[in-house]
């Protein structure tokens, strides 16, 4: 009976081991309690709110949540809500390059994408500080968000190789031919212009 129960437990450890994120080699980004490893950078609202990390518009300015540590090959996957209208964004192999009194902090690098309403380029890929749209979503991707609910994020970034995907749907996949960095931090947006109100949660990364 004993041997059995142990062998029970076992199954289970190893089981649960699998699954977990760090078992398989993705690490969390996001603890659920608080923004240890992340930076805020502007005015605006960044808090853990019901295990979630929630951004809004408080100083209609740019608003970027950063991490402390740097990546550059690398899978990242996330769940985002918006809860209302607005523009917000991921941004991968990106820098803090100065502030703005006006407008908030100036960032340079690329950008996923990342929008309340659908047929907004949700997935597609836009250069800050730079080329502006560099891959616009395909018909397929376009579609793919789902309005007021969780939706699934995922970036893979090999060099200069990136591919998106929302929902498990292909957005972009796109080989840069001229990368402005090769490396750097990852962020979350706030969009000027006010309005915006997203969630985010169940953020891990897997570095190759």
């Known amino acids: 009976m004993k041997r059995c129960s142990f062998v029970v437990v076992l199954l289970f450890v190893i089981a649960g081991f699998a699954l977990s994120p760090s078992g398989s080699g993705w690490t969390p980004l996001f603890n659920g309690k608080d923004l240890s490893g992340w930076k805020k950078n502007g005015d605006e609202k960044w808090v853990v709110d019901q295990g979630t990390i929630l951004c809004e518009s408080t100083a209609n300015k740019y608003g970027y949540l950063t991490t402390e540590k740097t990546y550059k090959n690398f899978v990242l996957r996330l769940k985002f809500k918006g809860e209302a209208e607005g523009n917000s964004g991921v941004f991968i192999h990106s820098r803090i390059t100065g502030m703005d ?93 006010g309005g915006v109100k997203m969630r985010w949660k169940d953020i891990q990364v897997k570095e190759n």
């Open 101 to 193: 009194p006006e407008h908030g902090p100036d960032i340079e690098g690329m950008q996923v994408e990342v929008d309340a309403g659908k047929g907004k380029h949700t997935g597609g890929l836009y250069e800050s500080g730079g080329r502006g749209w560099v891959a616009m979503p395909t018909a397929e991707g376009e579609n793919a968000l789902k309005p007021g609910e969780w939706n699934d994020l995922e970036v893979s970034v090999q060099g200069a190789h990136i591919v998106t995907k929302l929902n498990g749907v292909t957005v972009v996949e796109y080989t840069d031919p001229s990368p402005k960095f090769p490396d750097g931090v990852i962020a979350l947006q706030i969009h000027t212009g």
